[in-house]
């Protein structure tokens, strides 16, 4: 394995990155940072991640694609993953909040033949396993600095300046930067390319339970999503006795909780009938976390110096579980890209315009479906389960993460199909009618 002179214990990098010139300075450590730096140090460049955190920590994401599986596998690190305690994921299921009854969907059921088992598991644990194997790689980790800002931003130059927590403030030097700062879009902010989605001003309240009822058998295994007219919950079992538990719903309604934020989970649970029964012998901390304003995109997504990585780039919404499989599908091709024009396999100004064109192809698939998801007509029919044309099976597809570097025609057509029927299910009903389900206005 390929070892760089600064490569040290992680974390005893500060002191010495002094007049060395990174060929990649990687801005986060989370999945789409750890992930580009372990593909990059194994295609011989010298990376440098700088982490504010120091890992385990925890963070939210916790339930993957099939597709995640696959790009974990590429990056040689399934094995260590899999030795980490989770559950197996082989589908999911819907429900609305004041039914009882569930819609399920087997991944193996999709349009197109492929692996169909992936995970759920805590962060802080996953997390750290990719930094760790990045640093293994060849890597060099310095966790605890936050980068404060950017100073120069060229392609050839990029200078950082770095907060220490051990004294002045550094600076370190790269040919080019992979923004894998998460929600902190550090481009986004120095270019002032980050745009909130204004469809999209959601607020999130999640916490960890003990005890939560599960199903036996493999589908005691899969996430389910419980949807009202205001947002939807997520059950993500994550180990033998941890399930997540999070709302997601818009910003507005959320002022009308009259409980605070921190409080707020426990009273929304309350408030659904399918979530309280299956919470009715669990435990969690007294207060839930809370995030705001996860929805934005900071485009374009690479130019000169720079490619954005997972959430550095853009995020919309968490429904479909496809954050950590943009994360590190991103930071795949984007190694791929750079390494490929440092080569001189491809110009600069190409390799910038293919990375942007997959990151909008591949999200705009998942990023069209989500902005459905909020309409009762895409729930009505979506929880019918089945449809015409294999139209369904072409949407499990899609939710497997089958999107890069976007869908194939199969599922385009049927998914534009589906689109169509979302359309005009409010005036001529398609699937079975169900009633709305108010949380706010339950009783
Ligand atoms: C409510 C909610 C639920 C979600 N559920 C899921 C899910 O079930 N499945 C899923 O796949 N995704 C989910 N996501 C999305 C998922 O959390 C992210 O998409 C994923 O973590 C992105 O990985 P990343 O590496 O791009 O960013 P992150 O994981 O956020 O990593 C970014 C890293 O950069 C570091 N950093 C930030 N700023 C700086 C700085 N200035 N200097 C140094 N370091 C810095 C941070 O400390 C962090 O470690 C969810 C998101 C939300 C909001």
Redesign the pocket.
């Known amino acids: 394995m390929k070892q760089h002179p600064l490569k040290t214990e992680r974390s005893q990098v500060s002191s010495s990155t002094g007049g060395i010139t990174w060929d990649v300075l990687i801005?986060?450590?989370?999945?789409?940072?750890a992930a580009a730096g372990l593909h990059a140090a194994r295609l011989g460049l010298k990376a440098l991640i700088?982490?504010?955190?120091r890992h385990p920590r925890f963070?939210?994401?916790?339930?993957?694609l099939p597709q995640t599986s696959r790009a974990l596998r590429r990056l040689g690190i399934e094995p260590l993953i899999q030795a980490l305690p989770h559950v197996p994921k082989y589908g999911a299921s819907f429900a609305l909040g004041n039914e009882t009854s569930l819609q399920d969907f087997e991944f193996r059921t999709g349009l197109i033949p492929e692996d169909s088992r992936t995970l759920s598991i805590e962060r802080a644990p996953f997390d750290k396993v990719l930094l760790n194997s990045a640093a293994a790689a060849g890597a060099s980790v310095m966790e605890g600095?936050?980068?404060r800002r950017i100073h120069r931003l060229e392609a050839g130059r990029v200078e950082l300046v770095l907060a220490s927590p051990e004294g002045p403030d550094i600076t370190v030097r790269g040919d080019h930067l992979l923004d894998?700062?998460?929600?902190?879009t550090?481009v986004g902010h120095h270019l002032r390319t980050r745009r909130t989605l204004p469809d999209f001003k959601r607020v999130?309240f999640?916490n960890h339970f003990t005890g939560v009822a599960r199903r036996p058998g493999v589908k005691g295994g899969y996430p389910l999503a419980v949807m009202c007219d205001e947002g939807w919950f997520w059950l993500?079992p994550l180990n033998e006795e941890k399930t997540s538990i999070?709302f997601?719903m818009n910003g507005r309604d959320a002022k009308r909780i009259p409980v605070d934020y921190p409080h707020a989970l426990d009273w929304l649970i309350q408030k659904c009938p399918l979530v309280r029964e299956q919470t009715r012998e669990a435990l969690s901390p007294e207060t839930n976390r809370v995030?705001a304003d996860?929805s934005y995109s900071c485009r374009p997504f690479a130019g000169p110096g720079f490619f954005l990585?997972?959430?550095?780039a853009t995020?919309i919404d968490?429904i479909f579980?496809?954050?950590?499989?943009?994360?590190l599908m991103s930071a795949l091709k984007a190694v791929d890209l750079l390494a490929g024009a440092r080569a001189g396999r491809c110009s600069w100004p190409s390799a910038y315009r293919e990375y942007d064109r997959y990151i909008s192809s591949s999200s705009s698939a998942f990023f069209d479906l989500a902005h459905l998801y909020y309409r009762h007509a895409f729930r009505e029919l979506f929880l019918a389960g089945t449809g015409p044309l294999q139209i369904h099976r072409a949407v499990i597809s899609l939710l497997t993460g089958n999107v890069f570097p976007r869908p194939c025609w199969a599922i385009r057509w049927r998914v534009e199909l589906f689109k169509l029927f979302v359309r005009l299910q409010p005036f001529f009903p398609l699937a079975s009618r169900r009633p709305r389900f108010a949380l706010l206005d339950a009783g």
């Open positions: 801005a986060g450590g989370g999945p789409a940072g700088i982490e504010k955190d963070h939210i994401g916790e339930s993957m600095h936050r980068i894998a700062s998460g929600q902190g550090l999130a999640f993500i999070g997601v995030t996860f990585l997972g959430d550095a995020f968490p579980s496809t954050g950590v499989c943009m994360g």
